[in-house]
């Protein structure tokens, strides 16, 4: 065999003088591991079990790369480089990275090159591509074609920076209202969740034309659910029916669907024992149970928690080979210091020796699979007309219009035409989040950056004038621990936007939670949600909810609009005195200009809840999907789903799948029956439903199926969403939408065995999981 050339990076040719089947691209990615890895020292092979995550950093257009500090990161942890979160622009980023991966591919005895890892939630996560909105604001949209052309965008934008390998999607099912990372998730359904994940795998991980992965995706995190305290890396209950009905299906969609190539193990310890080393969990269940084939790889420090905080490992060594023997195979560690490297004095311990070269065969079989060793580096020419091209823009906007959802509308306030504004007067936009880009922390951080895109108070102006617009911050602060002087300072904050209202016609008052200090060009703001914060308090931090009652007190009519990846408990002395609310979520770059369009009717809002709002503070968990006996303890009766009873249901009225639009839907003639394929002789329910648009302007509807089961093993939930679709109808037009259910997808586990039902169920198909907004029909199965 020749030697081969490595592909042309930059102008350079590498010539390789090595005729190994590893440089052979006609060999399959697991033949060209398997001959790579028994080249390695076994140095080398746990040089590739780490990496670093956060190349170097860069702030206010100046590039810090400490070379010292990298080089002796490199030494040791060299499988993957990722560029962490960035203050800078691509365009500065890319030509860095890009030397870094050359020298490595230089300098590495076998021309190994890294493979960049990166988050990816609303995009890039540093300046200069597509911002797109938050997980939780997508979602809202419900809409799958839409989703997967914005993961197409997203994934382009990330491998014309080199990314071929993001840590997402993330799967967690939003259960409590205080996690500060519910804006990176998708909602409260299970069902939902899966949809949603599995079209982001299928997106990300589709080959190129020769093959290839495009971008390797990371499911997780494997395992994160209730009972946490809304804490990012507390412990959790791990009952086995609990994990696998509850947790655990969108896992089981997406591996039988899309076969994520990697999964993180989450920080949280189940039942006692921390999933870094969770082996039963890991094996038994991730891989025996829901068949996940993939490289599971720790999260970011996990594994010296294990040793700092858990306190289940003696030593850094002890830690490495009880994560490396539960079935971890790459190690996550932004700074450095890995405890993977501990695995170097091991190498005469047999077992050791065969989870590492099996870790090392499945990691090195992602960079073969993504064309690592045979694909060239990216181009600033193809970075420039990649991201933020047109079409990208335009997709954004278009889900952006659909993630806004609409909670309350009364006697058709909304929407304002421009004859109403000059006819009422000025409008006064409020609120700490009226004048920034709310966009969570796994955004870029030049959020303030006019390149941006507009915030709502932008937007507002942009479109009906400055003169026409009045603005006020309202609070100085949002942090929930304030003292006397931020006190005084909110006071007279309030009382000046109080005069602003009062100058107007109309006041929308911006709250929610988020950035915390708005100020520019620090990258460790003050935040009331995302990883590492959680809220104390489920009502807006701060002063927000006076600065709602001052501007409510003054009888100017207003609309109120939520923005952060949390709800709030809205109180009906704020519910009942709104003329309007909507929650924006976490936001996009079209966010603010979406909302104007919709304020003014331009755009019919479309998005529907993906978790329920508590009806009050202490009143959750609230989701819609709660067991009958979750609903019992009140002394009302069993028909009402009493709960704290009289004071509440467990069926909150701004419940999952809710939302309004300018123009009324009718569901009618629901049809259900079971159909039995004549080739397989599989059954499925059929469902069928028209949909009537009977308001005046076209809207696009979100029909939703849920069902139960009349009798089960075990106690089961009121009813589950199992199909949903989103369709666009104008007025006085019907349209029939038909639903298959293979039957075997009405099945729960029973102590890990898969069981499907016989007998009597229940369907409900509509537009809310509200009863009064479904229509329920029976079937014998
Ligand atoms: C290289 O690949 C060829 C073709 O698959 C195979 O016949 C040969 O045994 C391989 N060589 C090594 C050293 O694995
Ligand atoms: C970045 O620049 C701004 C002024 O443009 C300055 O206020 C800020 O302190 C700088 N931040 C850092 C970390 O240098
Ligand atoms: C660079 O990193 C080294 C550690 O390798 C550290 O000692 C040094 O202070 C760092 N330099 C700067 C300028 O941060
Ligand atoms: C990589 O090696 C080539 C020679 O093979 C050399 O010309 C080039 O400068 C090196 N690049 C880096 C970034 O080390
Ligand atoms: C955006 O939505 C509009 C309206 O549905 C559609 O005509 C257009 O093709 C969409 N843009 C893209 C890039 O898909
Ligand atoms: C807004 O203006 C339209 C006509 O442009 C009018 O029909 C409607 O009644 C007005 N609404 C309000 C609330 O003033
Ligand atoms: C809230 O208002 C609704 C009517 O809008 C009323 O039915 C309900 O009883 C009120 N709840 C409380 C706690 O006052
Ligand atoms: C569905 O049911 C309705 C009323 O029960 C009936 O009028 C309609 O024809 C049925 N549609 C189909 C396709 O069976
Ligand atoms: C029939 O159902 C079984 C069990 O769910 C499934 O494995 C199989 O793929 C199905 N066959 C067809 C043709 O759908
Ligand atoms: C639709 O418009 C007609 C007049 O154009 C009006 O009478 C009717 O109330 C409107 N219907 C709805 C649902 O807004
Ligand atoms: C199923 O249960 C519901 C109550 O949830 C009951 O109304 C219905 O009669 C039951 N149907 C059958 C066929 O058992």
Same mark, same amino acid.
């Not at 694909?375 to 889900?399: A, V």
């Not at 006041?507 to 060009?521: K, Q, T």
């Not at 002063?543 to 001052?550: G, P, S």
């Given at each position: ?5 490595l ?22 990615? !697991?033949?060209?591991?398997?001959? *790579? ?6 140095? &080398? ?29 490199r030494?040791k942890?060299?499988?993957q480089?990722?560029?962490g979160?960035?203050?800078?622009w ?10 870094l ?7 590495s ?13 609303? !995009? ?19 809409? *799958? ?18 990314i071929?390998w993001?840590?997402?999607?993330e799967?967690?099912?939003v259960?409590d209202?205080r ?32 093959? /290839? ?16 305290? !809304?804490?990012?890396?507390?412990s959790m ?25 990697s999964?993180?193990?989450s ?28 490289l599971?790889?720790s999260?970011?420090?996990?594994i ?9 490992a ?6 490495? +080979? ?13 700074? $450095? ?6 695995l170097?004095?091991?190498?005469g311990d047999k077992?050791?020796?065969? *989870?590492?070269?099996?870790s ?18 990216p181009?600033?020419? #193809?970075?420039?007309?990649?991201l933020?091209?047109? +079409? ?9 219009? %659909? ?37 969570g922390?796994y ?19 942009k479109?009906?004038?400055k ?23 909110? &006071?007279a ?17 911006i ?13 460790? #703001?003050d ?21 709602l009652?001052a ?16 709800? =709030? ?19 996009? &770059? ?26 009050h ?9 709660f ?8 002394? $009302? ?11 509440l249901? +467990? ?6 799948? =809710? $939302? ?9 003639s629901?049809?259900?029956?079971v ?6 002789? #599989? ?14 302007v ?6 939703q ?5 009349n009798?089960?093993?075990i ?8 199909? /949903? ?6 007025p006085? %037009? ?15 586990f ?9 007998? #009597?169920?229940?369907f ?15 079937l014998?199965?």
């Amino acid at each position: 065999m020749a030697a081969r050339l490595l592909p042309i990076l930059l102008g350079v040719t590498f010539c390789i003088n090595v005729n190994a089947n590893y440089t052979d691209p006609s060999l399959g990615p !697991g033949q060209r591991s398997q001959d *790579l890895l028994q080249r390695l020292t076994w140095e &080398e092979k746990i040089g590739q079990m780490g990496g670093i995550r956060a190349a170097f950093t860069s702030v206010n257009g100046t590039v810090r790369f400490n070379r010292s500090a990298f080089e002796e990161i490199r030494l040791k942890e060299n499988g993957q480089i990722g560029y962490g979160r960035q203050a800078n622009w691509a365009a500065e980023l890319l030509p860095i990275m890009n030397r870094l991966r050359m020298e490595q591919i230089n300098s590495s005895r076998l021309h190994i090159p890294y493979i960049i890892i990166a988050d990816s939630v609303n !995009g890039l996560w540093f300046s200069g591509g597509t911002l797109f909105p938050g997980t939780s604001s997508m979602a809202s949209s419900w809409n *799958l074609p839409l989703y997967e052309q914005v993961i197409q965008a997203s994934r382009d934008e990330n491998m014309a920076m080199g990314i071929n390998w993001v840590l997402s999607p993330e799967v967690d099912i939003v259960k409590d209202p205080r996690n500060g990372r519910n804006g990176e998730m998708y909602g409260e359904d299970s069902y939902l969740v899966g949809e949603f994940a599995t079209k982001y795998i299928k997106t990300m991980q589709e080959k190129d034309e020769r093959g /290839f992965y495009k971008v390797a995706t990371t499911i997780k995190h494997f395992v994160f659910g209730t009972g946490s305290g !809304g804490i990012n890396r507390a412990s959790m209950a791990g009952g086995l029916n609990h994990i696998l009905n509850d947790l655990a299906p969108p896992y089981q969609k997406a591996i039988k669907e899309a076969q994520p190539l990697s999964l993180m193990a989450s920080y949280s310890a189940v039942d006692g024992v921390p999933m870094s080393v969770n082996k039963y969990l890991l094996q038994n269940v991730l891989q025996d149970i829901l068949g996940f084939k993939g490289l599971i790889m720790s999260d970011a420090n996990a594994i010296e928690l294990l040793l700092n905080t858990h306190k289940v490992a003696s030593s850094r060594k002890d830690a490495a +080979r009880k994560a490396l023997s539960a079935g971890l195979k790459h190690e996550l560690k932004p700074g $450095g210091g890995g405890l993977f490297t501990e695995l170097s004095s091991m190498s005469g311990d047999k077992d050791v020796v065969a *989870l590492v070269d099996a870790s090392v065969r499945a990691f090195l079989e992602i960079k073969f699979a993504t064309g690592m060793f045979d694909l060239p580096l990216p181009t600033i020419e #193809n970075m420039q007309s990649t991201l933020r091209n047109p +079409r990208h823009l335009e997709i954004n906007k278009n889900i952006t219009r %659909e993630s806004i959802v609409m909670l309350k509308n009364d006697d058709e306030f909304l929407p304002r035409t421009k004859s109403n504004i000059s006819a009422t007067g000025k409008i006064a936009v409020v609120g700490p989040y009226a004048d920034v880009i709310n966009a969570g922390n796994y955004a870029p951080v030049v959020l303030y950056d006019p390149r941006y895109g507009d915030s709502f108070l932008s937007s507002f102006q942009k479109v009906l004038g400055k003169d026409n617009i009045l603005h006020a911050q309202g609070t100085s602060k949002i942090l929930p621990n304030y003292d006397d002087d931020a006190q005084q300072q909110d &006071e007279a904050a309030i009382a000046a936007a109080v005069e602003k209202v009062k100058e107007a016609g109309l006041a929308v008052v911006i709250l929610g939670s988020g950035l915390g200090n708005f100020m520019p060009n620090t990258i460790n #703001n003050d935040r009331t949600d995302t990883e590492g914060w959680s809220h104390p308090d489920l009502g807006f931090p701060g002063a927000q909810q006076q600065l709602l009652d001052a501007v409510l007190d003054t009888g100017v009519p207003t609309i109120l609009v939520m923005s952060s990846g949390q709800t =709030f408990p809205l109180p009906n002395s704020t519910f009942n005195r709104c003329r309007a609310i909507f929650h924006s979520w976490l936001a996009g &770059e079209y966010t603010g200009s979406s909302f104007v369009e919709i304020f003014l009717g331009e755009t019919n809002p479309s998005g529907k809840l993906t978790v329920t709002i508590p009806e009050h503070n202490g009143a959750f968990p609230v989701n819609y999907d709660f067991l009958p006996s979750d609903a019992g303890g009140g002394f $009302g009766t069993s028909l009402a789903y009493d709960w704290h009873w009289p004071q509440l249901t +467990r069926k909150a009225p701004l419940a999952f799948g =809710f $939302g309004l639009s300018y123009t009324t839907f009718s569901v009618s003639s629901v049809n259900v029956s079971v159909s039995t394929n004549a080739a397989s002789s #599989n059954q499925s329910v059929a469902i069928q439903a028209t949909v009537s648009n009977v308001g005046n302007v076209s809207g696009k509807e979100v029909l939703q199926v849920y069902f139960r089961a009349n009798y089960s093993i075990i106690e089961r939930p009121v009813m589950k969403l199992i199909r /949903f679709e989103k369709l666009e109808v104008d007025p006085a %037009e019907k349209k029939i939408i038909n639903f298959d259910i293979p039957i075997d997808e009405l099945g729960y586990f029973v102590t890990g065995d898969w069981v499907v039902e016989r007998g #009597n169920y229940a369907f409900w198909v509509g537009t809310s999981s509200r009863y009064e907004d479904l229509r329920r029909v029976e079937l014998v199965i």
